[in-house]
């Protein structure tokens, strides 16, 4: 004999609310008064049953699909872009949404891109998420008007699309100022030349910290390449061959770190008791593999992910207007991993 499936009627009488209660909380209905604990009760009860909402018949009553795309510029084969699949995930799970995620080849241009919002949008996702692989600005897709949208770890060029980025300025203030708080007051930039604004960011982080602590900036400690570990190498054993070298350097990012350790291997510095050095991204594979271990800055991409669901949740709402939520990305902290890179200056 079959056993009969729960019902709304079943959860309702469970939970001790009215079907229509529980037509609201499980359809996630906008602008309704259900008060969180009643919310909590009756989800318990649909987990309970194992009752959850046709989703045919929703997306037929609410015009709603449910699904939310995720456009991820090569996000899906960079080290770090599992964190902002994971927190878009989970906070997509927390709406009842599911996510659909294509990735797309940067280099391939705009006409590739235009298709692959397309490929969303024929399957009628709600809304986008757009995310890039580094720190930019960027121009989207012209059939991405007519769909919420929100930017991770970017900003468009017009400016009128919610956006979440990392705080650059801020990781690299925290990055420098450890090492002053070591006691170094020579302190080498390896820094990235492309025109980003991570670039401009984690420079600026570095100046505001010397000026602060009334170090002199010397411009010949500051040295740019395209932020690759050979790049990282070539910077940091030039820079450390001199007489007056640095006693400590910042990395633009853990690809340069790991070329600044070789360097520093080969001219016979140990890390860190001849020479402290502190990275950016806090890329695992690299950081904590290093030996010693890199001390570095995390860049919050599960935060951002989560963050950006969050958002889309709220426009599909009517909760927020694109327009006041573009006029300023959502600035999210780099906090500092500290590993065994740095320790106090040692006479050179």
């Not at 049953?49 to 015009?63: E, F, I, K, M, S």
């Not at 799970?93 to 659909?100: A, G, I, N």
């Not at 998420?129 to 059939?143: D, E, I």
Request: glycine share 6%; charged share 20%; hydrophobic share 40%.
């Amino acid at each position: 004999m079959a056993v009969k499936s729960a019902g709304i009627r079943d959860v309702a009488e469970l939970a001790g609310v009215s079907v229509t209660t529980v037509s609201h909380v499980l359809n996630n209905t906008p602008h309704t008064r259900v008060a969180e604990e009643t919310k909590a009760r009756v989800r318990e009860a649909a987990k309970t049953l194992g009752y959850g909402p046709n989703r045919a018949a929703q997306a037929l009553r609410t015009n709603r699909s449910g699904l939310v795309g995720l456009l991820s510029e090569e996000i899906a084969t960079t080290p770090h872009a599992g964190r902002i699949i994971l927190g878009a995930q989970n906070a997509a799970r927390e709406h009842d949404l599911t996510l659909v995620i294509i990735n797309t080849d940067r280099a391939s241009g705009a006409h590739a891109h235009k298709d692959d919002v397309q490929a969303l949008i024929d399957r009628q996702v709600d809304a986008v998420l757009y995310a890039t692989m580094y720190h930019r600005q960027v121009s989207l897709p012209p059939n991405l008007q007519d769909l919420p949208t929100v930017l991770i770890d970017s900003t468009d060029k017009a400016g009128t699309i919610p956006a979440v980025v990392p705080d650059e300025v801020g990781g690299a203030i925290s990055a420098v100022t450890h090492l002053v708080d070591a006691g170094h007051t020579r302190i080498g930039f390896l820094n990235n030349d492309d025109d980003v604004p991570a670039t401009h960011g984690r420079f600026e982080g570095y100046r505001r910290v010397l000026e602060e602590h009334e170090i002199p900036y010397d411009a010949s400690l500051v040295s740019s390449a395209p932020s690759e570990t050979l790049p990282g190498y070539e910077l940091a054993r030039e820079m450390l061959s001199r007489t007056d070298r640095p006693t400590a350097l910042f990395c633009y990012n853990d690809r340069m770190a790991m070329g600044a350790y070789r360097a520093a291997t080969e001219l016979g510095l140990g890390i860190p008791k001849d020479l402290s050095i502190v990275g950016f991204d806090n890329q695992e594979l690299i950081a904590a593999n290093l030996f010693p271990g890199l001390t570095t800055v995390a860049l919050p991409h599960y935060e951002m992910g989560a963050w950006a669901v969050d958002t889309l949740v709220r426009l599909l709402r009517g909760e927020a207007d694109h327009k006041p939520l573009a006029e300023e990305p959502k600035i999210l902290d780099c906090p500092l991993v500290v590993r065994d890179s740095v320790a106090a200056p040692h006479a050179n």
